[in-house]
């Protein structure tokens, strides 16, 4: 990887292939837990980083997140001081990590991803098409994701399903 920033604790590189974003490694190397001493040290680092770089950076080498999520969860108390229970919210049971709940899961894949809806009564319109309507229903909101509370702050993804490497989620994350 080619720097192109160092702060002494951070080095940082270009995401391949776009337009903002940065490749974040510790100048000491080490996962996760290293990471969360570096950031105990120097609490304002990382989230600096974040908005200097448009709120995506990539950490590769948090495989120990895996193994002990409760470092997700103290990562992300830097990010904002609310870290909530997701048992104790409306959120369902099957996007709880079951360890931590403090952990909200965003998967499509089993077992959080959601059964398709209903087919619409009729299934086709007359002219062949699906039938739509806006709203589904009377009194919904335009969002509904997350409609009640806040997007989580910190958000992490396996790269691929036979690894335990990690990246920022969303349609903007690329491999390392």
Known sequence: MTSDGDDGTFVTAPLPGATFGKVVRLREGGGAAALLAAMQADPEGLPVLLYANDGLLMLPGMDGIADDPTLLVALSQFFGPEVENYRETLTLLNRIH???????????????????????????????????????????????????????????????????????????????
């Open 98 to 176: 079951e360890a931590v709940p403090e952990i909200m899961i965003v998967s499509n894949t089993p077992p959080t991803r959601r059964k398709p809806p209903a087919r619409p009564e009729p299934p086709l319109t007359a002219d062949g098409r699906l039938p739509t309507q806006f709203p589904h229903r009377r009194g919904s909101p335009a969002r509904t994701a997350f409609s009640a509370r806040p997007v989580p702050s910190f958000t992490c993804s396996p790269t691929r399903p036979s690894t335990r490497r990690f990246r920022s989620g969303g349609s903007a994350s690329y491999a390392a």
